[in-house]
């Protein structure tokens, strides 16, 4: 991997996992395989929420975009890592570099509203039943996932104009198997990147928004179980709600440390373990966790499998 000069190149070079050519081989296998079945669990999702009448719920339609989500998530780091293992050369352009950031924070953010709907919709289907078809109208909720859509990019705008906006000074080797912000503000200079400092502080606060109304929504939600008297209803919400609870726990625990700890000049294994976890596993578990425990899309998917027609009772 050749290292020299490349301060004075307008790209990056992703160092990736190794510089073992072998290890490299075997890292792209391991990414091709695992983005292949997550591609093909998130379209099966989308396409049964799509086609089968008994999955147009609210709780359906906000799943189908978060797998579109999650699918758009992994396409813009995961191919790339592939092709800079193969290759064996980690070269991106400062174009891509900057698209690969843009596209990264869009989806990152409608993944952390569409969740924060999602606990929404469950609270209120279980704390408020008799009032469930006005507060989640469809048209609302076409609304809200629409301005979902629209918010991702103005964050993404706002993220890029500042991160692009410092100098680098270091070497533009970046620690990672993509463009990762914190991995880019190590190459600022000076204090060049307090901008950026402050962006990720308003989307953090943002977030903890979302955060703290995921929060209370299952507060109510776990105070509204425990006084059913019935088993039957604890295990029929527990089954819908705690796979929910797991998914959005598992995705901003993640990114939360990785993008709020302190810059350290080196890199460690942690960053590359963490970033690992928020941006392949989790899109990954999704599919995986919303079906197993979820008897409608079990039997939405056997009639895929085996060819049966999506016809409503």
């Given at each position: 991997?050749?290292?020299?000069?490349?301060?004075?190149?307008?790209?990056?070079?992703?160092?990736?996992?190794?510089?073992?050519?072998?290890?490299?081989?075997?890292?792209?296998?391991?990414?091709?395989?695992?983005?292949?079945?997550?591609?093909?669990?998130?379209?099966?999702?989308?396409?049964?929420?799509?086609?089968?009448?008994?999955?147009?719920?609210?709780?359906?339609?906000?799943?189908?975009?978060?797998?579109?989500?999650?699918?758009?998530?992994?396409?813009?780091?995961?191919?790339?890592?592939?092709?800079?293992?193969?290759?064996?050369?980690?070269?991106?352009?400062?174009?891509?570099?900057?698209?690969?950031?843009?596209?990264?924070?869009?989806?990152?953010?409608?993944?952390?509203?569409?969740?924060?709907?999602?606990?929404?919709?469950?609270?209120?289907?279980?704390?408020?039943?008799?009032?469930?078809?006005?507060?989640?109208?469809?048209?609302?909720?076409?609304?809200?996932?629409i301005a979902v859509w629209?918010?991702?990019?103005?964050?993404?705008?706002?993220?890029?104009?500042?991160?692009?906006?410092?100098?680098?000074?270091?070497?533009?080797?970046?620690?990672?198997?993509?463009?990762?912000?914190?991995?880019?503000?190590?190459?600022?200079?000076?204090?060049?990147?307090?901008?950026?400092?402050?962006?990720?502080?308003?989307?953090?606060?943002?977030?903890?928004?979302?955060?703290?109304?995921?929060?209370?929504?299952?507060?109510?939600i776990f105070s509204t179980?425990?006084?059913?008297?019935?088993?039957?209803?604890?295990?029929?919400?527990?089954?819908?709600?705690?796979p929910h609870l797991c998914?959005?726990?598992?995705?901003?625990?993640?990114?939360?440390?990785?993008?709020?700890?302190?810059?350290?000049?080196?890199?460690?294994?942690?960053?590359?373990?963490?970033?690992?976890?928020?941006?392949?596993?989790?899109?990954?578990?999704?599919?995986?966790?919303?079906?197993?425990?979820?008897?409608?899309?079990?039997?939405?998917?056997?009639?895929?499998?085996?060819?049966?027609?999506?016809?409503?009772?």
């Amino acid at each position: 991997m050749i290292l020299t000069n490349i301060t004075r190149v307008s790209g990056f070079l992703l160092l990736g996992f190794s510089d073992n050519q072998d290890l490299q081989i075997l890292h792209a296998l391991l990414f091709l395989l695992v983005y292949l079945l997550a591609l093909a669990g998130n379209f099966i999702i989308i396409t049964i929420t799509t086609l089968d009448p008994q999955l147009q719920s609210p709780m359906y339609f906000f799943l189908k975009h978060l797998s579109l989500l999650d699918l758009s998530s992994l396409s813009v780091t995961v191919p790339q890592s592939i092709h800079s293992s193969l290759t064996g050369s980690g070269y991106i352009s400062y174009a891509q570099c900057v698209l690969q950031v843009f596209f990264f924070i869009c989806f990152a953010w409608g993944e952390v509203a569409i969740l924060t709907l999602m606990s929404y919709d469950c609270y209120v289907a279980i704390c408020l039943p008799l009032h469930y078809g006005v507060i989640i109208a469809p048209r609302k909720c076409r609304w809200a996932v629409i301005a979902v859509w629209l918010s991702r990019g103005i964050l993404g705008t706002l993220y890029i104009a500042t991160t692009f906006s410092i100098r680098f000074c270091r070497a533009k080797i970046i620690h990672q198997f993509f463009c990762d912000v914190p991995q880019l503000l190590k190459l600022s200079c000076s204090n060049d990147y307090l901008g950026v400092v402050g962006v990720v502080v308003f989307i953090s606060l943002v977030v903890f928004v979302c955060f703290f109304a995921i929060t209370l929504s299952y507060v109510k939600i776990f105070s509204t179980v425990f006084r059913m008297p019935s088993a039957k209803g604890w295990s029929k919400v527990f089954s819908t709600c705690l796979p929910h609870l797991c998914v959005v726990s598992f995705f901003l625990f993640t990114a939360d440390i990785a993008y709020l700890k302190p810059t350290s000049g080196s890199s460690t294994a942690l960053d590359l373990m963490l970033s690992m976890f928020y941006t392949v596993v989790s899109p990954i578990l999704n599919p995986v966790i919303y079906s197993l425990r979820n008897e409608t899309i079990k039997r939405a998917l056997r009639k895929l499998l085996l060819g049966g027609e999506f016809i409503g009772k």
